[in-house]
């Protein structure tokens, strides 16, 4: 019996030699630990408006088979919204949208979270960092880390799209996403805000602190 102690390294070089490493994968594991993916520490608590945005893209098909993108912002403590249609769901794109959530959100964003999306990368990453917005992503296939977002999407779906809301001119539809978020935000009532719309919780939390008392405390 013969003892050989091999380094990892040369473990590695060996496998890679037989072809019994998937290079693709391997670079790509390589990426990922040169830039690790910041992920929200466990028990994250949500007490103040723009504490945490969820953004996450929606899948459209309109009449006549045309694909578009909903992106969609949520503020996880007053449900607060704001959505855009898009023919492309590109970082650019996902980019252009972070200057459209500044503008609506009537308070700073101090934290966004995103899937693992290529739209969330590059551009729209490299925003964030520039905005000193901390951008948190979820852990891959883990939709329910996105919860708030996800759930707005069935309500979307319930609430909108099933209702005759898909057309097939593109600048039609973002006329009526843009009725829908407006409908979201001051008039539809939300069970979760004690059944205000976002707009009237806001408007009660800047006005009265102490009236609002809700704490959101997310898990990992």
Same mark, same amino acid.
């Given at each position: 019996?013969?003892?050989?102690?091999?380094?990892?390294?040369?473990?590695?070089?060996?496998?890679?030699?037989?072809?019994?490493?998937?290079?693709?994968?391997?670079?790509?594991?390589?990426?990922?630990? *040169?830039?690790? @993916?910041?992920?929200? %520490?466990?028990?994250?608590?949500?007490? $103040?408006?723009?504490?945490? &945005?969820? /953004? =996450?893209?929606?899948?459209?098909?309109?009449?006549?088979?045309?694909?578009?993108?909903?992106?969609?912002?949520?503020?996880? *403590?007053?449900? @607060?919204?704001?959505? %855009?249609?898009?023919?492309?769901?590109? $970082?650019?794109?996902?980019? &252009?949208? /972070? =200057?459209?959530?500044?503008?609506?959100?009537?308070?700073?964003?101090?934290?966004?979270?995103?899937?693992?999306?290529?739209?969330?990368?590059? @551009?729209?990453?490299?925003?964030?960092?520039?905005?000193?917005? $901390?951008?948190?992503?979820?852990?891959?296939?883990?939709?329910?880390?996105?919860?708030?977002?996800?759930?707005?999407?069935?309500?979307?779906?319930?609430?909108?799209?099933?209702?005759?809301? @898909?057309?097939?001119?593109?600048?039609?539809?973002?006329?009526?996403?843009?009725?829908?978020?407006?409908?979201?935000?001051?008039?539809?009532?939300?069970?979760?805000?004690?059944?205000?719309?976002?707009?009237?919780?806001?408007?009660?939390?800047?006005?009265?602190?102490?009236?609002?008392?809700?704490?959101?405390?997310?898990?990992?």
């Amino acid at each position: 019996m013969h003892s050989i102690e091999l380094s990892y390294s040369t473990i590695g070089r060996i496998l890679k030699k037989q072809g019994l490493i998937d290079k693709k994968k391997s670079n790509k594991r390589r990426r990922a630990s *040169l830039r690790p @993916k910041e992920r929200y %520490r466990k028990g994250l608590k949500i007490k $103040s408006p723009g504490d945490l &945005i969820q /953004i =996450d893209v929606k899948f459209v098909t309109l009449i006549g088979g045309r694909q578009v993108y909903q992106f969609t912002a949520i503020d996880v *403590l007053t449900k @607060k919204r704001v959505l %855009r249609v898009c023919a492309s769901k590109s $970082s650019r794109n996902a980019k &252009i949208f /972070i =200057d459209e959530c500044i503008d609506s959100f009537n308070f700073k964003i101090k934290a966004i979270q995103t899937d693992n999306g290529s739209e969330f990368h590059k @551009k729209f990453h490299d925003y964030l960092a520039k905005l000193d917005i $901390s951008h948190y992503y979820t852990y891959p296939r883990q939709p329910k880390q996105n919860s708030y977002v996800e759930r707005s999407h069935r309500s979307d779906e319930i609430e909108f799209y099933s209702n005759g809301n @898909k057309v097939y001119d593109i600048d039609v539809m973002k006329d009526k996403i843009a009725e829908w978020e407006y409908v979201w935000n001051n008039v539809r009532p939300h069970e979760a805000l004690g059944f205000l719309t976002p707009n009237q919780y806001l408007d009660k939390y800047f006005n009265n602190k102490k009236a609002c008392k809700t704490t959101i405390i997310l898990q990992a």
